[in-house]
């Protein structure tokens, strides 16, 4: 069974970047969407940056709070997907999971952690 593995996580400093990763343990196939979520303490589980696949295209989507400091990619030889997070904020401080969806299954990593102090 593929797991997803997300790495990268810490603690960081307001106005700091860190690049998450999330690698599946293998193939995939037929993938409709690679995502990012987020869940801070208290709070609902949120989308935070997706890739959609449409054939031999993709289109990305962000939250609006991202939008501009967050970019989501995905490298598809390596089985990987990250999370380029730039410019961090304190309200940014959650779980970040990842998510990869296919026609047939739906994948959810285990999550890691992000802290930004201010």
């Known amino acids: 069974q593929v797991q997803l593995v997300e790495s990268g996580g810490g603690l960081v400093q307001a106005g700091g970047s860190l690049r998450l990763s999330c690698r599946a343990s293998g193939s995939i196939f037929s993938i409709t969407s690679r995502a990012w979520y987020r869940q801070a303490p208290g709070k609902q589980r949120e989308l935070v940056a997706q890739?959609?696949?449409?054939?031999?295209?993709?289109?990305?989507d962000y939250a609006d709070s991202v939008k501009g400091r967050f970019t989501i990619s995905g490298d598809n030889a390596k089985n990987m997907v990250y999370l380029q997070m730039n410019s961090l904020k304190s309200e940014d401080t959650a779980v970040y999971y990842c998510r990869i969806q296919s026609p047939f299954r739906d994948y959810w990593g285990q999550g890691t952690q992000v802290t930004v102090s201010s």
């Open positions: 890739i959609v696949s449409s054939g031999s295209t993709g289109s990305t």
